[in-house]
């Protein structure tokens, strides 16, 4: 479970992350909930999916990556004085995320952000997934800006 922004990672290209940096935070794994995974499990396995290796990921798990990607743009086209075409920003963000498993998706759908209110409109109902989300949004947001 994400939490805080990993500045100091060994990554070659942070950015490429699924989550847009990395992360450190808690594990959610059955058995480890709330512990603190050291810094090269971080780097390994939990800011990437994909963790099979990892001795604390679950042999039964419904996915094994989530992923996310910006599909609403955020400008619009609007037509301004005279017909002329003037662009203002959209003001819902549509992420789409795709829950994987052994690299085929097998569960995936559209979650909503409103810019100008700030608040999620469609949420994910798993709590870890909704968080993934909200820290790729940051990311995203903040590469944006």
């Known amino acids: 479970m ?3 922004k990993l500045e100091n990672g060994t990554w070659p290209h942070p950015a490429r992350l699924p989550l847009g940096c990395g992360w450190r935070g808690h594990c959610t794994a059955p058995g480890h909930e709330g512990e603190i995974p050291q810094q090269h499990i971080l780097e390994a396995f939990c800011n990437l999916g994909y963790a099979d290796s990892c ?4 042999q039964e798990r ?3 990556a989530v992923r996310f ?5 955020p400008v619009a086209g609007k037509s301004g004085e005279g017909g002329r075409a003037s662009v203002v920003p959209a003001r819902i963000l ?3 995320y795709v829950c994987e498993r052994n690299h085929l998706p097998v569960e995936h759908g559209d979650l909503e952000f409103d810019l100008s209110l700030a ?4 949420r994910h109902d798993d709590a870890r997934v909704q968080k993934m989300a909200e820290c790729f949004l ?4 903040k590469k944006k800006a």
């Open 119 to 122: 608040t999620w409109l469609r």
């Open 55 to 58: 001795n604390w990921a679950p």
């Open 138 to 141: 940051e990311s995203y947001l």
């Open 69 to 73: 990607a910006v599909v609403a743009s």
């Open 62 to 64: 419904a996915w094994d």
């Open 2 to 4: 994400p939490v805080e």
């Open 94 to 96: 549509r992420l789409r």
